[in-house]
């Protein structure tokens, strides 16, 4: 049984099948949130078994993914703890769908969101598939100022040292780094050219553009 909530909350549990589209609605205005509803917000994500918005079993099911698009539109920092705790518990292990739309929601609070991710991934007891999911939200912070690049590049590079025998996860790391071109970075060359990454997970065409403008391998095969 669910909690009761505000008459606008409330009405999360009957918008309608939320369907897996680039442009979401505008839950702020259509359904008349703001911050002072956070707390209900982010109830409902702890609360749910994110893994039934899958089947579609009802149309209620569909309202956590409501509610974590609109934790990003409203921008609530506090709820990154509990959206990164839902990521890894075990009743949403094939909440394929989160798992998909949870970087776009925490892209959209900003770079505020940096040091809970961090902590995250420096946390030796998540799993590792976890932390990919997060990659793709750091790039883009990235992407968007020097100063978050670099702090960027510290952080995964703390991660190849640490997943150095991981050579699934450190292709992965890659593959969203080659998008903020990391030529400059001494021990990401250093992988590359001692081939430490796996060959049947890196984006190909990435490596090699990255090879072209880092001027990796000189004539004679040398780094």
């Given at each position: 049984?669910?909690?009761?909530?505000?008459?606008?909350?409330?009405k999360?549990?009957?918008?309608?099948?939320?369907?897996?589209?680039?442009n979401?609605?505008?839950?702020?205005?259509?359904?008349?949130?703001?911050?002072?509803?956070?707390d209900?917000?982010?109830?409902?994500?702890?609360?749910?078994?994110l893994?039934?918005a899958?089947?579609g079993?009802?149309?209620?099911?569909?309202?956590?993914?409501?509610?974590?698009?609109?934790?990003?539109?409203?921008?609530?920092?506090?709820?990154?703890?509990?959206?990164?705790?839902a990521?890894?518990e075990?009743?949403n292990?094939?909440a394929f769908?989160y798992?998909?739309?949870l970087?776009?929601?925490?892209?959209?609070?900003?770079?505020?969101?940096?040091?809970?991710l961090?902590?995250?991934?420096q946390?030796?007891?998540?799993?590792?598939n976890?932390k990919?999911?997060?990659?793709?939200?750091l790039?883009?912070?990235?992407k968007?100022?020097p100063?978050?690049?670099d702090?960027?590049?510290?952080?995964?590079?703390?991660?190849?040292?640490k997943?150095?025998g991981?050579?699934i996860?450190?292709?992965?790391?890659?593959?969203?780094?080659?998008?903020?071109?990391?030529?400059?970075?001494?021990?990401?060359r250093?992988?590359?050219?001692?081939?430490?990454?796996?060959?049947?997970?890196?984006?190909?065409?990435?490596?090699?553009?990255?090879?072209?403008?880092?001027?990796?391998f000189?004539?004679?095969?040398n780094?």
């Amino acid at each position: 049984m669910k909690n009761k909530y505000s008459e606008e909350v409330e009405k999360l549990f009957s918008y309608g099948d939320a369907n897996l589209v680039t442009n979401w609605p505008n839950y702020v205005k259509e359904m008349d949130l703001d911050k002072k509803h956070d707390d209900e917000l982010i109830d409902i994500i702890s609360t749910s078994d994110l893994s039934r918005a899958i089947s579609g079993f009802t149309i209620e099911d569909f309202a956590p993914r409501h509610a974590w698009r609109a934790l990003g539109q409203l921008k609530i920092i506090k709820a990154v703890k509990p959206l990164l705790k839902a990521l890894t518990e075990t009743k949403n292990e094939e909440a394929f769908d989160y798992q998909n739309e949870l970087p776009k929601v925490l892209t959209l609070m900003g770079p505020e969101v940096i040091p809970e991710l961090e902590s995250f991934l420096q946390d030796e007891k998540k799993d590792w598939n976890f932390k990919t999911v997060l990659f793709k939200v750091l790039v883009e912070f990235a992407k968007q100022k020097p100063i978050y690049r670099d702090q960027v590049i510290v952080m995964f590079n703390k991660l190849f040292q640490k997943y150095n025998g991981n050579l699934i996860f450190i292709s992965r790391l890659l593959n969203e780094l080659f998008l903020i071109n990391p030529i400059e970075d001494a021990l990401i060359r250093e992988i590359i050219s001692k081939d430490k990454y796996d060959f049947s997970t890196i984006n190909q065409e990435r490596l090699m553009q990255f090879v072209k403008e880092s001027k990796l391998f000189g004539q004679n095969g040398n780094t």
